[in-house]
């Protein structure tokens, strides 16, 4: 089992920035890939950024140039996932959650954190 708990939301002007932070605990040995999902009421969750155990990255177009996804490892075990958010957009408004995915195939889920963009 993984756990996965997020912080860094909240109210932020457009055009500014903001850090998500999301720190796994339990199995992260298991974890193979960390990334942000963003959902708005009424559409699905999407991808926001993904980064591999590797070190590969992987960024949904909306974000590219704006967001960037790091993270710290821990013994070779991926143990926290950064999301910078720069020059932010009211469209960039949502629950972000974070994710991880093991090599058993599970997926595990943060419980979201709010990010909300002001005009």
């Known amino acids: 089992q993984v756990q996965l708990a997020e912080s860094g939301g909240g109210l932020v002007q457009a055009g500014g920035s903001r850090r998500l932070s999301c720190a796994a605990s339990?199995?992260?040995?298991?974890?193979?890939?960390m990334g942000w999902f963003r959902q708005v009421p009424g559409k699905q969750r999407e991808l926001v950024a993904a980064i591999s155990r590797g070190g590969s990255t992987n960024y949904a177009d909306s974000v590219k140039g704006r967001f960037t996804i790091s993270s710290i490892s821990r013994d070779n075990a991926k143990d926290t996932v950064y999301l910078q958010m720069n020059s932010l957009k009211p469209e960039d408004t949502a629950l972000y959650y974070c994710n991880a995915q093991s090599m058993y195939g599970n997926a595990y889920w943060g419980q979201g954190t709010q990010v909300t963009v002001s005009a």
């Open positions: 339990g199995n992260i040995f298991s974890i193979t890939v």
